[in-house]
């Protein structure tokens, strides 16, 4: 298939939905801020839009900056709630926005190229579909990065759209349709998981490592006693061996945001990563600042000499670098400790979350579509994490959450994408192309009957 992939780096949400395609598909991913897709205004448009979104996710120090930076990011990120109406689909302010930015000559590079190569767009961001449907391209995929979507994603007048959608949950396809797009441009996919860990060689291997991770979750058996059947049913014997240390990997935000909870944290685990019973990836990602306050923090809880052993620190000014290296580190990882941003689908993967506080109302959603299916438990009060951490570990709280994970989330999200794109491309647009993986019934639908 003639296929262009463009992303946008705001975060890591949108650039991490976007590499799994990109490699099961083995086609380049290019950003729409650069060259060859942007000129010198489409840059300076795109980053406007980039700097905005990385003060509403990273405000700074100051508590009331960061308390009116987080009330503008509910505005800009508002979702109405699910039930209130079923036509959702009247523009709201940062539809407009976006709506008056094409008009003044955002993405006009980006048109340009799909004109000149005659191919088809997939974006994991809601921009460059918008200025690809304002252009009246006619081939626009869009992967959606959220457990549940803003109108922004849809454009001005959604029942003229010609972007399909690719959906990571029920959720996103029945508020897509809330916002007035059409049923036969929408697929349940569930969410890109990185293509290494998901293809096909890679399933065994999946659930191996669930295995060994419910064992070192469940210290005292008392998850394995009650569920022992089912569990290996699915998973085959367990390991005997938890003596294995448990690996928690801790990771902030792409824009640094929450990266002082370390500072709370160490402190804490001190004597658990002295004698090896915790081992701790420290996520800094492609943020060199963040990188420097987790080794000030380590040493100031004198474990600089853990460094490399117990503690690991994962920076890389490369995003495509430092993805290939977090993506290595999650089959030995037992808890992954973030906020509920786009890593909520990386439970998928058999991966208990600890959820910190949400940054925007999509993180909201996102955190409560993971307690939902029991794959993720909130953060409690730090100065009591020895005593609501333990307890997890020994009432196997933990371990079922890492099956839940592994049983309710989707895994299969990539190759979803992928053969679903094959249909959508080969049949030039055919409704029976959608291959749905379930039916998915709009908001006022009952018993299968639409009002």
């Given at each position: 298939m003639h296929l262009d992939i463009i992303s946008l780096e705001m975060g890591y949400g949108h650039l991490r939905a976007a590499y799994p395609i990109a490699d099961a598909l083995g086609c380049p991913l290019y950003l729409a801020d650069e060259p060859p897709i942007a000129n010198e205004k489409d840059?300076?448009?795109?980053?406007?839009?980039?700097?905005?979104?990385?003060f509403l996710s990273r405000p700074g120090e100051s508590d009331w900056l960061v308390r009116?930076?987080?009330?503008?990011?509910?505005?800009?990120?508002?979702?109405?709630p699910m039930h209130e109406k079923v036509d959702q689909s009247k523009p709201d302010f940062a539809t407009k926005f976006i709506a008056q930015l094409i008009k003044r000559g955002l993405g006009r590079g980006l048109v340009e190229y799909l004109r000149a190569r005659k191919s088809a767009l997939l974006t994991t961001i809601y921009a460059p579909a918008l200025v690809a449907n304002a252009a009246d391209i006619e081939r626009i995929y869009c992967v959606v990065t959220d457990a549940d979507v803003q109108r922004v994603w849809v454009p001005y007048e959604p029942k003229l759209s010609r972007i399909h959608y690719f959906a990571p949950s029920t959720r996103v396809a029945r508020r897509l349709q809330a916002y007035g797009v059409r049923e036969d441009h929408i697929t349940l996919t569930g969410f890109p998981l990185p293509h290494e860990l998901t293809?096909?060689?890679?399933?065994?291997?999946?659930?191996?490592?669930?295995?060994?991770?419910?064992?070192?979750?469940?210290?005292?058996?008392?998850?394995?006693?009650?569920?022992?059947?089912?569990?290996?049913?699915?998973?085959?014997?367990?390991?005997?061996?938890?003596?294995?240390?448990?690996?928690?990997?801790?990771?902030?935000?792409g824009a640094g945001a929450q990266a002082g909870l370390v500072d709370e944290l160490l402190p804490r685990l001190k004597d658990r990563l002295r004698d090896e019973r915790i081992h701790l990836n420290l996520i800094a990602g492609t943020r060199a600042e963040v990188a420097q306050r987790f080794a000030q923090a380590v040493e100031s809880s004198r474990l600089t000499s853990r460094l490399g052993k117990s503690i690991n620190i994962l920076y890389e000014p490369s995003f495509a670098k430092y993805y290939r290296q977090f993506n290595a580190l999650l089959p030995s990882t037992d808890i992954l400790w973030t906020k509920p941003s786009e890593l909520s689908f990386y439970a998928g993967l058999g991966l208990?979350?600890?959820?910190?506080?949400?940054?925007?109302?999509?993180?909201?959603?996102?955190?409560?579509?993971?307690?939902?299916?029991?794959a993720a438990l909130k953060q409690?009060?730090?100065?009591?994490?020895?005593?609501?951490?333990?307890?997890?570990?020994?009432?196997?709280?933990?371990?079922?959450?890492?099956?839940?994970?592994?049983?309710?989330?989707?895994?299969?999200?990539?190759?979803?994408?992928?053969?679903?794109?094959?249909?959508?491309?080969?049949?030039?647009?055919?409704?029976?192309?959608?291959?749905?993986?379930?039916?998915?019934?709009?908001?006022?639908?009952?018993?299968?009957?639409?009002?």
């Open positions: 840059s300076w448009l795109w980053q406007l839009i980039r700097r905005g979104h990385s009116q930076a987080n009330a503008l990011m509910d505005l800009v990120t508002i979702i109405p293809d096909k060689p890679a399933l065994e291997v999946l659930r191996a490592n669930v295995a060994r991770r419910i064992v070192r979750l469940d210290p005292e058996a008392t998850f394995r006693r009650l569920h022992a059947p089912m569990v290996t049913r699915l998973l085959g014997d367990l390991p005997e061996d938890s003596s294995e240390p448990l690996v928690l990997t801790f990771a902030v935000g208990p979350l600890v959820l910190s506080q949400p940054v925007g109302t999509h993180e909201r959603y996102n955190r409560r579509w993971l307690r939902e299916r029991g409690r009060r730090m100065e009591y994490f020895p005593g609501w951490f333990d307890e997890w570990l020994v009432d196997g709280t933990l371990a079922a959450a890492a099956w839940s994970a592994f049983t309710r989330i989707p895994s299969d999200g990539t190759s979803n994408i992928v053969r679903a794109l094959s249909n959508l491309e080969n049949s030039k647009g055919d409704v029976d192309a959608n291959d749905q993986l379930a039916p998915v019934w709009p908001i006022g639908a009952v018993g299968g009957q639409k009002r």
